[in-house]
């Protein structure tokens, strides 16, 4: 048996839905992705510079320890 809250989760989901459009419509390569890009690019600049802090860390502490 059904509560409320599923039944508001269905009714949504139902209407989202209807509310998109057929999926047939889709053309690959259509969207602008300029924004995840530019976010991908972004994070991957972060990651390069963050093992190069690590190492750089590493390093220090093996001389200092030494």
Excluded: P, Y
């Excluded at 039944?7 to 989901?13: P, R, W």
């Excluded at 998109?20 to 419509?25: I, V």
């Amino acid at each position: 048996m059904r509560n409320a809250v599923s039944n508001v989760l269905i009714f949504t989901a139902t209407a989202n839905m209807k509310d998109t459009g057929n999926m047939a419509d889709h053309k690959h390569g259509e969207m602008n992705i300029e924004v995840q890009e530019k976010t991908f690019e972004g994070f991957v600049r972060i990651v390069a510079w963050s093992c190069v802090a690590i190492v750089a860390f590493l390093i220090f502490v093996a001389l200092v320890n030494a």
